[in-house]
């Protein structure tokens, strides 16, 4: 199993910055890839950026050039750096852990950018 908890959400408003961490804990060996999801009211989840155990990164055309995905390995902790934040971008944030065969979740932090 992977344990995994975000922090670093808030209120901020547009054109403001945000720093969420994800701390992960468990069987660290048998994770693939992690990422940042966001779920906004009545909406999918969506992927918002990603990496695999090789620090390639995807991200959603979205937020590209605007969030930063990185990893600490020796802090064990997944980062997501987001500049120049919208209104749209309000959503639940949720880490992820992908192993095989499963996919753990965490709690999620909710991001919300003022007009």
């Known amino acids: 199993q992977v344990q995994l908890e975000e922090s670093g959400g808030g209120l901020v408003q547009a054109g403001g910055s945000l720093r969420l961490s994800c701390a992960y804990s468990g069987r660290l060996n048998t994770i693939d890839a992690m990422g940042w999801y966001r779920q906004a009211p009545g909406k999918q989840r969506d992927m918002v950026a990603t990496?695999?155990?090789?620090?390639?990164?995807n991200y959603a055309a979205s937020v590209k050039g605007r969030f930063t995905i990185s990893r600490d390995n020796t802090k064990n902790t997944l980062d997501l750096q987001m500049n120049s934040l919208q209104p749209e971008d309000t959503a639940v944030y949720y880490c992820?852990?992908?192993?095989?065969?499963?996919?753990?979740w965490g709690q999620g932090t909710q991001v919300t950018v003022s007009s």
């Open positions: 990496m695999n155990r090789d620090g390639f990164t």
């Open positions: 992820k852990a992908d192993t095989r065969p499963y996919g753990y």
